[in-house]
């Protein structure tokens, strides 16, 4: 592989990696951030998968990052009902303190300190009680606040009180810790195609002259940039559009001279232009050689980084509405597989492709999660749309068994789209 192989290489890897890490941390952030707004606990806020190489404790999150970085997680306390992490009749170990609480718990492999008793009864929802039987001495011992499950050896969860939990708090705050993911992935979106427009500017739809092809027409007659048109052949020119219909209008070939009236620092004056004709697809179009005005200005910028936004979103509800769901035209979605492959291709045409194809990605991640699927952050609201209505919420249990059947069929959906993706690789 040649040097400039490797350097292309070395950009897609990297332009990847960041740009998945950035959409998927973002995401996560906006549930952690609303989460510890609310008042639930955050155990863990992980940056990458696998093990963890650095880690640090702060009030009440572990923070670590980890060595696979394409996204990152976010654990919340009572996303689902603490009794369900148990089983009735299961062997546990538990640590006791010295006022009869119990401050760890798990399998009895990874509590390898605690004493072993076969589970009755629990309520880690409100009470926060287990009742433990040991050689035929059955007893209710309670649960000290943020005592630790152990997951594994090394890895724990605190157990906490309903107060802390997600389920213990109101829908409006369990539907903002939903919503948050996707709106931060909106808000990033905005920022993304608001700093992309900075460099390549907005268009404006101004009768101003912008830039000037070099030996066109217009460049002929000595038009320049900043000229702003008052009519033309006489009749007044409001914005840009109607300054393209009135130049195109005349079908003549060769096309007659224009009388431009443009008023230039303050002074008015008269300029005759004739238009060349050029060829687009396959049709003759007078042109003066002239480029529609753009603004590098913030007040211009961000606003249309944010309005494309809305477009974007109303653009890709209509494909997936007419064309996925309607005549499902399911060839032309991407697993990650294709995405990573389309934004390798961005990275060698440089920064500025990749910072709108990150924009473009993390609008869609929002969009894609507020679809009404079990699993994703959709299906969870409709669940909170049937409690509203219902007055009461359905059994989280029942609840998080539909998620798990959706996080299954998604995950098989997945596999097929990313089969097909390295298909057209290959």
């Known amino acids: 592989m040649g040097l400039v192989s490797l350097i292309g290489a070395l950009k897609a890897i990297v332009a990847v990696v960041l740009v998945f890490l950035g959409t998927i941390v973002i995401h996560e952030f906006g549930h952690f951030i609303v989460a510890k707004w609310s008042g639930v606990a955050v155990p863990t806020f992980a940056v990458g998968f696998g093990p963890k190489l650095v880690k640090w404790f702060r009030h009440g999150t572990e923070y670590s990052i980890r060595p696979y970085l394409f996204g990152g997680f976010v654990q919340l306390a009572g996303e689902v009902p603490q009794d369900s992490l148990f089983k009735k009749g299961e062997q546990i170990a538990v640590v006791v303190n010295g006022n009869d609480r119990i401050i760890q718990v798990g399998e009895p492999d990874d509590v390898r300190d605690g004493d072993v008793y076969r589970l009755v009864d629990l309520d880690l929802t409100d009470k926060l009680t287990m009742t433990l039987e040991a050689d035929g001495v ?51 979106a905005g920022v993304l195609f608001s700093v992309v427009y900075m460099h390549t500017g907005v ?49 003549s070939n060769p096309p007659a001279p224009l009388d431009l009236r443009i008023e230039r620092a303050g002074q008015v004056r ?51 509405v007419n064309h996925v769901i309607a005549q499902h035209q399911f060839q032309n979605l991407s697993g990650p597989v294709g995405i990573a492959d389309v934004i390798g291709q961005q990275a060698q045409a440089g920064v500025w492709n990749v910072l709108m194809i990150a924009g473009l990605l993390s609008l869609n991640l929002g969009l894609m999660n507020l679809l009404p699927i ?24 029942k609840e998080g068994i539909v998620h798990i059947v959706g996080f299954a069929l998604l995950m098989l959906f997945g596999v097929m789209i990313t089969y097909r993706d390295v298909l057209r690789l290959f």
């Open 270 to 320: 008269n300029i005759e232009v004739t238009p060349r004709m050029v060829d687009i697809s396959g049709q003759h179009v007078p042109q003066l050689g002239i480029h529609q005005p753009v603004s590098y200005s913030v007040a211009q910028t961000v606003p249309s980084g944010f309005t494309s936004v809305y477009y974007g979103t109303s653009q890709t509800l209509g494909y997936l």
């Open 203 to 251: 268009p404006l739809n101004q009768p101003v002259l912008g830039q000037i092809e070099a030996g066109s027409p217009a460049q002929a007659a000595g038009l320049t940039i900043g000229d702003r048109v008052l009519s033309v052949d006489g009749k007044s020119v409001s914005d840009w559009m109607n300054f393209v219909v009135a130049i195109q209008q005349d079908k």
């Open 374 to 397: 079990p699993a994703l952050d959709g299906g969870r609201l409709l669940f909170m749309i049937v409690e509203l209505f219902r007055g009461k919420a359905i059994d989280p249990r």
């Open 138 to 188: 059955v007893r209710t011992y309670r649960v000290m606040p943020h005592a630790r499950l152990m997951t594994s050896a090394k890895n724990s969860m605190p157990i906490v009180e309903r107060h802390e939990q997600v389920l213990g708090k109101p829908l409006w705050q369990r539907a903002s810790i939903i919503l948050a993911g996707p709106v931060m992935n909106f808000l990033l």
